[in-house]
């Protein structure tokens, strides 16, 4: 299946000659040149590999990365033209993966986010795997079958997925989803859930009687 990677650099050039050496190795790339622009795709966008400038308009990379592994483990290399070794420690507290300094090289860099991939498939557990009615989610890799039918969520759609499963049998409200899901930090409206709860339903297809609405109090996970 084909990796889809998200690049982040402000810099017109090395965006396109990254991008087009990804390309070339078969990866599907998403450009963006700023911090919030990354956040909008990657929570729009299943991404397995994020390339991650630190110095960037909008949301720096730091930021960037710190709201990234609040929500997800997927791996993460840092790009950037500072080589000090608090920068880099930095990068590795936030949880970045890796740490490029410029100038680099395309080839490096491609053979370094290959290592990553294949380190983040890992050797899959039997904790690693959820089964409930048909639905069985690999965590490790993040991701999820329907009668052995691969969905394509969004990141914030497979947390939400996670969050209720994990929960099922319990009624949860809107407020109690927005701060698990989101973040307490989160200031977007209550509807957000229900936006994504639609979407949700939609890929579940025949199976999205397993998310009830329970009215004037949230949701709840119940397979039949």
Request: proline letters at 2%; glycine letters at 4%.
């Amino acid at each position: 299946m084909q990796k889809n990677v998200l690049l982040v650099e402000d810099e017109d050039r090395i965006r396109e000659i990254v991008s087009d050496y990804f390309k070339f190795e078969g990866f599907n790339i998403y450009e963006v040149e700023n911090g919030r622009d990354a956040m909008v795709v990657f929570e729009e966008n299943k991404i397995d590999l994020i390339i991650l400038d630190i110095m960037i308009p909008k949301l720096d990379g730091w930021s960037v990365c710190k709201r990234i592994r609040n929500v997800s483990d997927v791996p993460i290399i840092m790009l950037t033209a500072r080589s000090e070794e608090d920068d880099k420690l930095m990068g590795f507290e936030l949880g970045a993966d890796d740490y490029v300094t410029k100038p680099f090289s395309p080839k490096v860099l491609v053979a370094r986010a290959k290592m990553l991939l294949k380190r983040a498939q890992g050797t899959v557990s039997e904790t690693s795997i959820l089964n409930i009615g048909c639905i069985e989610i690999n965590k490790l890799s993040r991701s999820v079958k329907i009668d052995s039918e691969i969905m394509d969520l969004a990141p914030k759609e497979y947390d939400l997925l996670i969050y209720m499963i994990e929960n099922k049998g319990i009624v949860l409200s809107r407020e109690n989803i927005l701060n698990k899901v989101w973040g307490y930090d989160y200031f977007g409206e209550l509807r957000t859930v229900d936006t994504h709860i639609k979407k949700l339903r939609k890929k579940l297809k025949d199976k999205s009687s397993y998310i009830r609405t329970i009215i004037r109090a949230g949701y709840i996970f119940e397979v039949d």
